[in-house]
């Protein structure tokens, strides 16, 4: 073989890999080593896990964290083709499937899922779906260059069947086929979703959601946020999971990506596309942007002064800790606790975990609330070794005064505190100027915390020989 057709054949060697490479795309997708690899990504991870437990899950996520692609996309591909990766830890067919994916219009539908599932036009496989498992894909009416179906290889023989739909189409559109697996990219309209719900309801099927709430408190926004945040890590019995994350869990994002994509974004939608917090507008209770008060996590010095505020229910249980430095008269928010359907019990074991020494003042209604047997919730709570006092529960002055020390600096927030960022973003007022009673446990407790708790925090206790138990490994030296 001459110089020249070792040439030539190097490079037919190197345009077939690159080849191969674009019809292998889904590979690359979370390696177990690398600045990407997939331990960067839990809420991903958490996304994918849900799948064993719950038929309906949501990733209510800011823009560019991967939502479509990484998650929505990714997963659906899986189950078209059977091929799960080694490593995959959520839900399996051993079978065919009959799927849809849908979008708001048609042309977002062409331009964004199929795109991403099949690549370019003229260039199939060069997208999510590998190229060897594209049996072919059929045309759709009305819109240049969009699909209606795509036929795709099971590994264990037989044909996956996706469809392409959009909200556009209306209700009935999506009525008929019963499905395995639907995917809705961005936000469906509440009787769509419950048509989807339908479609599903006889084959056991699963529905995922991946949008930015750019619609606001919608009926579909409501729903999924009615479980709580604290579900997007152990869905459990639930019916629903969902996933929040922001910039933050987007390790492919860099934070000059982040400022940039900041400073591009009108105030109203910063909250939304960064966090994926649904737009409230004007009526925030707290229009502060959050990037003013929060700061990342550090160790509480023993000298700052501790309580936390409590907020108790059957649904939700939700407390809140503050440390204050008196040097400067700052109190960081550093932990929170927020569960629900949980006995008293578990609450307390939970909340003495961060310090059975700091003092807690709860929410006045505990005085007469049962959850059980009649009894008292403060007594509950103090039997189990909670140090308890009843907060001060005038709402309006508590708000001003948790507006005033977040305008201030006068109270800063740990950026760890998800579920607290939450509600902050959802605490809002309805058209007569009331508070809006809905996901707002860690707001109550936040006001208890600070019109009344604050005035009770104390510092860290120094262990006797007596109760060193309590503080094993705290970094104590007993003399």
């Known amino acids: 073989m001459t110089q020249h057709h070792k040439i030539d054949r190097i490079r037919t060697l190197i345009e077939e890999l690159k080849r191969r490479q674009r019809g292998r795309k889904i590979d690359h997708f979370y390696p177990e080593a690398g600045p990407l690899k997939r331990s960067a990504y839990p809420k991903h991870m958490a996304f994918f896990s ?176 009615d479980i709580g945040a604290d579900q997007d890590e152990t869905p459990g019995d639930q019916e629903k999971m969902l996933v929040t994350a922001t910039w933050d869990d987007a390790p492919h994002l860099s934070e000059a990506d982040k400022k940039e994509l900041m400073a591009s974004l009108p105030p109203h939608q910063q909250e939304a596309r960064s966090k994926g917090i649904p737009m409230l507008g004007s009526g925030a209770i707290y229009p502060i942007n959050a990037e003013e008060f929060l700061v990342e996590d550090f160790p509480i010095p023993d000298h700052y002064v501790r309580a936390y505020g409590m907020d108790v229910g059957w649904k939700k249980t939700a407390g809140i800790w503050g440390a204050k430095d008196l040097d400067t008269g700052v109190t960081y928010l550093y932990s929170e606790h927020y569960r629900g359907q949980a006995e008293p019990v578990i609450h307390a074991e939970a909340i003495k975990a961060r310090g059975d020494w700091i003092p807690g003042a709860i929410d006045p209604a505990a005085r007469g609330r049962s959850q059980a047997d009649g009894k008292k919730l403060i007594e509950q709570y103090s039997e189990h070794g909670l140090i308890l006092t009843c907060a001060s529960n005038a709402v309006e002055s508590g708000i001003y005064k948790v507006w005033t020390g977040l305008s201030t600096g006068k109270i800063k927030v740990f950026k760890s505190l998800r579920s607290w960022l939450m509600e902050y973003g959802l605490y809002r007022r309805d058209e007569d100027g009331k508070v809006v009673k809905e996901l707002d446990h860690l707001m109550d407790a936040t006001r208890y915390l600070m019109m009344t708790g604050i005035d009770l925090a104390i510092t860290k206790p120094r262990p006797t020989r007596e109760n060193r138990h309590r503080y094993k490994g705290e970094g104590y030296w007993l003399s």
């Not at 839900?91 to 065919?96: S, V």
């Not at 199929?114 to 759709?140: F, H, I, T």
């Not at 036929?151 to 499905?179: C, D, M, N, P, W």
Request: hydrophobic fraction near 40%; include cysteine.
């Open 50 to 225: 849900g799948g064993n437990a719950v038929r309906q899950r949501c990733m209510m996520a800011a823009n560019r964290v991967g939502k479509t692609e990484g998650v929505g996309l990714y997963e659906m591909v899986l189950h078209l083709t059977g091929d799960y990766p080694e490593w995959w830890i959520g839900k399996r067919f051993d079978r065919p499937i009959n799927a849809t994916a849908a979008g708001d219009t048609m042309k977002t539908v062409r331009d964004i899922i199929q795109k991403k599932l099949l690549g370019d036009v003229g260039e199939w496989g060069s997208g999510l779906l590998p190229l060897e498992k594209l049996v072919r894909a059929s045309k759709a009416q009305g819109l240049p260059d969009l699909v209606d179906s795509v036929y795709v290889k099971h590994a264990s023989g037989g044909h996956s069947i996706l469809t392409l739909k959009s909200y556009e189409q209306g209700r009935v559109s999506f009525q008929g086929t019963e499905k395995d697996v639907i995917l809705l990219d961005e936000e469906p309209p509440m009787d769509i979703y419950t048509e989807c719900l339908m479609r599903t309801m006889t084959t056991g099927g699963i529905i995922m959601l991946t949008f930015t709430p750019l619609k606001g408190m919608s009926e579909v926004v409501m729903m999924f946020l």
